[in-house]
């Protein structure tokens, strides 16, 4: 195994623990598609120490059409060496959109432990894979142990006079990149896009761990192959070089210039020279901060609710509302803040928290607001912990009047007026917005998340009832970056899952603790990268951790007693109230934006 960071002579560490990295690769999978081959996913599901119950830890990426996929997506998972930690893999022909993997066809699954891989020759372990009795093909698993390299290395390059490939065309041309391991032998790390129909390939520049191609280790020999990449799965190999991490940081021009070598087209041709020439571009390596640098260099996290009280929820009163109050069980709006609260209180010092309540009617008019405190206190709209966000909750419910519209722009906008008033990274605000159904503003909300992806801002939303979400996953960029009139948003800032997916649905697990954890890692999942973005995107280094005797400065919040910090000031001095905040537009003036931008 590879030596890893953090020695430190003298010193003893408590309950030793190991990072590794699992690579998964298939072979000889069974074909569940008629008119090609099968897209398998690995999904890897872990179990709870001396028990046999196991939970989805991961997933990794679909690979098309194809029956012997190398899964670049690798699992990384603290390794114990005195406790036996049970595996779980199971592969799907993925057929549609759809996360739920019952949706898909089965194509077979595998156990083992970690231990079982380690301890295989080179680390490495094929083990059979079965549907119920039947075998159906194999998986090769291999583990290594990471180093604590922090660097990670931007890569560019291009392609010169690459050998036709495509009879009616030239080639489509991609890259794959493979780590060496200490046997020899390599192991995927990299895949790049493919090129359509040109010997001269300009690959777009990408980011990577350097633990991903060499595991830290400078000199450790990196192997490139050239493909042609072909629809049915069945790609062509033009050639392949070899480099390190060193040559490509340190050399000349002329030594990172490399000849694509096929060995078998040189064994046939006594004419063979090379299939073309690859050159570097880019290389520039920096060491990667991690949230966990800016947390403990004293940047804060400030955690703010908005909850949906529109009258399509039901009547509190009745058993069958989202909103209705049980003595035994949680309606879906508890469960949902327990869940996330439980985990983000945790980075907040102080755990006072704004809640915030829309589509109602509040006392003492009964005028309809879209944004107003849920303990009606608009100056001081803290809720004491996770506690009191559910005190107040209930509390409210007895003193609205459910209405509508659903209107989430002006719950996103008073967020935005807070986090625009901290660009030096001293600050980070999540809204979790908890909701029944359609919005009734989406321009509205376009235009409020596009603005709000240039500040330090990540937007939850978590969908409740069984109402069709399909226009929420809209706000939710992760296949298609959000825009409004032609302005894209500057990063991904939304994450979006309906809470029947995890509780009380289809396939949900029946142990309400375990599906609020699943709940809470995967809408929280996304945020430390969202957090990271905008850190990098305005060169905002963390903050030394400050010394063991000393605790990270506390921000308050204007206006309010020193007890009550943390939340960070609005730059006016006060909360930003219905009265003091900027005024919203009217739903006769749409919001203006830049021309669009340069589609890919």
């Not at 590794?20 to 000889?28: A, F, G, K, P």
Request: glycine share 8%; aromatic share 10%; net charge negative.
């Amino acid at each position: 195994m590879a030596n890893v960071g953090g020695f430190q002579p003298g010193s003893a560490t408590a309950n030793p623990v190991t990072k590794v990295e699992i690579t998964v690769s298939c072979r000889n999978l069974v074909d569940k598609d008629v008119m090609s081959k099968s897209d398998p996913i690995c999904v890897l599901y872990t179990a709870q120490l001396g028990t046999d119950k196991f939970a989805e830890f991961e997933r990794t990426e679909v690979i098309q059409n194809n029956l012997n996929p190398n899964f670049v997506k690798k699992f990384v998972l603290d390794y114990y060496f005195e406790e036996s930690q049970k595996l779980k893999f199971e592969i799907y022909d993925i057929d549609s959109a759809s996360a739920k993997l019952n949706q898909h066809d089965f194509l077979g699954a595998a156990q083992c432990t970690i231990g079982q891989i380690i301890g295989s020759t080179g680390n490495r372990i094929q083990i059979a894979l079965y549907e119920g009795n039947k075998k159906c093909g194999s998986i090769l698993l291999s583990c290594e142990e990471l180093s604590s390299c922090k660097d990670k290395a931007t890569l560019k390059f291009q392609g010169k006079k690459l050998d036709k490939k495509d009879f009616f065309g030239k080639s489509d041309p991609y890259l794959v990149f493979y780590r060496c391991n200490e046997d020899e032998s390599f192991t995927i790390a990299h895949k790049t896009e493919y090129v359509k129909n040109t010997l001269d390939p300009n690959w777009k520049e990408f980011s990577i761990p350097v633990t991903s191609l060499c595991n830290g280790d400078y000199d450790r020999t990196i192997k490139v192959e050239c493909w042609d990449w072909d629809s049915d799965g069945s790609h062509d190999f033009i050639g392949e070089f070899k480099t390190n991490m060193r040559c490509l940081c340190e050399g000349t021009p002329q030594d990172n210039t490399y000849q694509l070598i096929n060995q078998k087209l040189k064994a046939k041709k006594k004419s063979y020279k090379s299939s073309g020439m690859i050159s570097l571009l880019k290389c520039q390596v920096e060491t990667e901060v991690t949230f966990l640098d800016y947390i403990t260099g004293g940047t804060q996290v400030n955690f703010t609710v908005a909850i949906d009280f529109t009258a399509s929820n039901g009547a509190p009163q009745q058993p069958n509302s989202l909103h209705h109050i049980g003595h035994n069980r949680q309606n879906a709006y508890e469960q949902a803040i327990l869940a996330v609260g439980q985990i983000v209180q945790d980075y907040d010092t102080d755990k006072l928290f704004p809640v915030l309540g829309f589509g109602a009617k509040i006392p003492p008019d009964g005028r309809v607001s879209h944004e107003f405190a849920v303990n009606f206190n608009e100056q001081n709209p803290f809720c004491a912990g996770i506690g009191g966000i559910m005190g107040a909750y209930k509390n409210s419910l007895s003193h609205i009047q459910l209405h509508g519209p659903t209107n989430f722009s002006p719950v996103i906008n008073h967020v935005a007026r807070f986090a625009e008033a901290y660009p030096d990274g001293s600050n980070y605000f999540i809204l979790l917005i908890i909701t029944d159904g359609v919005i009734s503003d989406m321009d509205f909300t376009k235009s409020a998340i596009v603005n709000a992806s240039s500040l330090p801002l990540s937007i939850i939303i978590i969908g409740v009832g069984p109402a069709e979400f399909d226009a929420m996953e809209v706000l939710d960029g992760d296949k298609q970056m959000l825009s409004y009139r032609g302005k894209s948003a500057e990063r991904d800032i939304v994450q979006f899952v309906p809470l029947r997916d995890f509780v009380g649905g289809i396939g949900s697990s029946t142990n309400v603790m375990l599906s609020q954890a699943r709940l809470a890692k995967e809408v929280l999942a996304e945020v430390p990268y969202q957090f990271l973005s905008w850190m990098k995107k305005h060169g905002i280094k963390p903050n030394p951790a400050p010394p063991p005797q000393q605790q990270p400065a506390q921000q308050g919040y204007p206006g309010q007693q020193p007890a009550q910090q943390g939340y960070p000031m609005d730059p006016g001095g006060s909360y930003p109230g219905q009265q003091s905040a900027p005024p919203y537009p009217s739903q006769g003036t749409q919001p203006t934006a830049p021309s669009a931008p340069p589609g890919y």
